[in-house]
Each structure stands twice: as C-alpha cells, then as structure tokens.
C-alpha cells in the first residue's frame, strides 16, 4: 500500500475522518526539492494541507534538513506543510517536536500542533524485518559482491565510487544486516561488516530481497546523442548469450538522464513496440555496467519473470554462471 494511503487509513482508524488525497502540482519547484520529495495535497477537517515524503530510494532527510526545506517550499505553497514518512527514530521525532514541525508515521504517531493533534502509539518492540533491499541498498550490495566482496573499501570511499552519501551507504549496510546477507562487529566506534557466508551462498541468500530496477519504460524514435545509456533488455541478452536481438533497441538510463531527456523531447513519445525502449531505472545503471552493457545479476532481475521461455531460459543461464 503507498504511503498516503497508509496515511489516509491511519487517520481514518484513529479518528474517524475520512481524508482526500491527491499529487500535488509541484512543476514550479526547484530540482533540488522535487528530486527529494514526492507532493500530495489533503484535506483534513476543512483544511487544505501540503504533505511532503521522501522518495522511494532516498535516505530520510534530518529533522534541520526538514525544517530548511519546509521553509523554502512556503515560498511556494499557502497551504500548512506536513512532513510524512513510514518511520522516523523516537529521538528525530522528538527534534521534530520541538522544532514544531507536523509529521505523521502511519500506525505510530501523528502530530499537527497547527490542528492541535498529537496522537501517539505504543507497541511492544518487534523483530526487524524487511521485504526488499532499497533501490540504493540493492545497488551497494550488486557492486559489493563483484567488487569487494571482502568489504575492505571504507564506507566514506564508496559513497565516493557510487555517487552516494555515508549515511546512504551505512543505512544500505543495516537493510543487508536485517535481510540476513551481512554481520556487523562494533569495534570501538567503528562498524565492522561482513558478509555471513561466501560469494555463491549470499547471492542465493540475497535473491528473495533483490527485484527489478526497473521503474518505469519510455518509447521514442532514437535515442539523443547527449543522453547516456546501456544495453539492456534482449540487447544486453543476446550480447551474451546465443540469443538474437529483438527488432527494438533496449536501454537502460538513470532517472538523472531521463530529466535531461524530457527537457530535450518535452511529452513526445512513442506507443509501446515502436521505436527505442527505454528502462527507466531506479539505481544508475552506469555505476555497475561494463563495456556498455548493465550488469548481469540486475539484467537477470529484468528479465526473471518474462512469458517468453527462450528468454526465461537464457537468463537462468546468466543467474547459474553468476553462482559459480
């Protein structure tokens, strides 16, 4: 269920209210904002409100970076601002109270001091768990297992080589612990981790928590040459494998590239089986592509649930050589 419908339900059970959502018009918005928030707009007790939520594959932003971007955002928006997340620590909760700032966690704490509510909810501490790696967890995980598998890059060094934060990183590392694939030992200050079985074993351990990064696919005539992208799709495939390509080109770009794209060609697009196929995905593909061609655990993730038994076959080929 998404999260605004969480929210929706939640108060709906706490208070008996019903509440309408909708996506908020956000195209006025600096990148900086609409890059890190997804926009709703409700309405709660004849008031219009504006809720704010972290994208999928982005680390939760810190109570002062909350507090900055609500400030910048009521340049654009009258309405009351709520920050809604699916869970926030107990201490950054509290920071957000003294900082007066409305958030909501569906199932766990609802507080707008501007409608004088603050509902909280205990319960007993439960096991962690998790269903899937996050879009960022899922990408410092494909390129720890082929490049250092023995995890001896500092966290600060591989932000670096993936682009990312620390905090994206450590947080991508405690996703790895909860699913099982990975240990920690505390060494003074320091967070040692590793993986709990070999290379072979953790790919197996890890497959149930892994999906495809996939988010979304683009038709257009040709590809831009300012736009850069990798072969994916049965383009990738038949690259290696005895496979043939398909009669359209398949690509994979980062939703960065996808931005620049639609700058370029604005709404024209292709019907789907016409032209170029682009796979929008959700970690950048460049970060983990060799010679042009994404990854081979991320292209059989794509391509594991196909109806075409040729293709179902040739990538299950691809998954047993990654084992060996």
């Known amino acids: 269920m998404k999260l605004i419908e ?21 195209g006025n918005l600096p990148f900086y904002l609409t890059d890190k928030y997804d926009f709703y707009k409700i309405r709660l007790l004849n008031e219009n409100l504006i809720v704010i939520k972290p994208v999928e594959d982005i680390s939760g932003p810190t109570p002062s970076e909350i507090q900055k971007n609500i400030l910048a955002l009521r340049k654009y928006f009258i309405e009351e601002i709520i920050y809604l997340d699916a869970n926030i620590t107990s201490f950054n909760r509290k920071r957000l109270i003294e900082k007066h700032i409305p958030f909501v966690i569906p199932k766990t704490q609802l507080y707008l001091p501007m409608l004088k509510i603050d509902l909280r909810e205990h319960f007993s501490k439960k096991t962690e768990s998790i269903k899937y790696l996050s879009p960022s967890a899922q990408l410092v995980f494909i390129y720890l297992i082929f490049n250092d598998f023995d995890l001896k890059i500092p966290a600060q060094n591989l932000a670096l080589l993936l682009n990312t934060s620390v905090m994206t990183v450590n947080r991508a590392f405690k996703e790895m612990k909860t699913a099982g694939i990975c240990g920690i030992e505390k060494k003074g200050k320091e967070n040692n981790y590793s993986f709990t079985a070999g290379r072979k074993e953790i790919i197996q351990k890890a497959l149930p928590f892994l999906r495809s990064p996939i988010s979304g696919e683009f038709w257009i005539d040709k590809i831009p040459k300012d736009i850069i992208f990798y072969k994916s799709g049965l383009d990738a495939l038949s690259e290696i494998s005895q496979i043939a390509k398909g009669k359209n080109i398949e690509a994979a770009i980062s939703k960065e590239e996808f931005k620049k794209l639609k700058n370029i060609l604005g709404s024209t697009e292709y019907e789907p089986g016409q032209g170029c196929k682009l796979e929008i995905w959700s970690y950048p593909p460049g970060i983990l592509a060799k010679n042009g061609i994404v990854d081979q655990l991320s292209l059989y993730l794509c391509l594991k649930d196909t109806g075409d038994e040729r293709i179902k076959s040739e990538s299950d080929k691809i998954y047993k050589g990654l084992l060996k």
């Open 6 to 26: 969480e929210l929706r339900k939640y108060i709906k059970d706490t208070l008996g209210i019903e509440v309408s959502a909708e996506q908020a018009k956000a």
